[in-house]
């Protein structure tokens, strides 16, 4: 593309009560991509109404290149060539980062408290910040994990108030096994939603081959269920069956 024009026009809303966050991103990519751009404002309602008229179109931002319309900010991303995130899109980022962050978590918790990174109680750490992370997605939309978490468990399909109670208990044992406290109490519980859990993945996943979404980092994630669900509660079944041999 490097016979392009390198001059646009976008026209994106910037009110007094409200700034356009596409608006910004169209503008941003435009110019990383050497582009001078004739940023045109939209100050109002009636004036952004009057726009979308004129031009027949249903949203902003809009972005003109040599007197073409290219669109909003998805479609400028698509005449660049970059990807477009799609609304049902599967994606592992969320888990990645969950794991990533709280790996890193558990190392700079070793060395500040025992002045070195690879210890067994880094792996301990791990696993319980892990835990404790995972249960504060799924708590902070509880209805929409518990609809999809209704999906494939067993045990709550048979007891619904389960698919309510198991975040606050992944959360109790997370806590508990990283003070390595009231492990009488942390232990079973990991054992049971572990456990459970494990099967229910197993059963869903690999035995009637469904193809569901995970709940393990919230209801509105499109984590697909299967490996990463499985090794979540793995790694809950086996950090009980370490802390009790411990």
């Not at 100050?43 to 319309?69: H, L, M, W």
Request: glycine share 6%; aromatic share 12%; proline share 3%.
């Amino acid at each position: 593309m490097t016979d392009q024009p390198r001059d646009a026009t976008l026209y994106r809303m910037v009110m007094k009560n409200h700034l356009c966050p596409f608006g910004l991103k169209s503008l941003d990519l435009l110019k990383r991509e050497g582009f001078t751009v004739d940023d045109r404002h939209l100050t109002s309602r009636e004036e952004t109404d009057a726009f979308q008229r004129e031009y027949n179109v249903d949203t902003t931002p809009q972005t003109f290149i040599d007197g073409q319309r290219i669109g909003g900010y998805d479609e400028l991303r698509r005449y660049f060539g970059k990807s477009v995130k799609e609304p049902d899109e599967v994606t592992y980022q969320p888990v990645i980062a969950v794991f990533a962050c709280t790996a890193l978590m558990a190392l700079a918790a070793s060395w500040a408290a025992l002045g070195t990174v690879f210890t067994v109680r880094t792996l301990e750490w791990f696993v319980a910040i892990s835990m404790c992370v995972l249960a504060i997605l799924k708590l902070r939309d509880l209805e929409s994990f518990s609809n999809m978490f209704l999906g494939y468990d067993l045990l709550a399909q048979r007891w619904v108030r389960y698919a309510y109670l198991y975040p606050f208990g992944e959360a109790l044992a997370g806590i508990l096994m990283i003070a390595d406290a009231l492990l009488w109490l942390a232990i079973p519980v990991a054992l049971l939603i572990g456990v459970i859990g494990a099967v229910s993945v197993f059963k869903a996943v690999y035995v009637d081959r469904r193809e569901l979404k995970c709940a393990c980092v919230g209801g509105d994630s499109n984590v697909p269920l299967g490996f990463i669900s499985l090794t979540e509660n793995l790694m809950m079944v086996g950090m009980a069956a370490w802390m009790l041999i411990k």
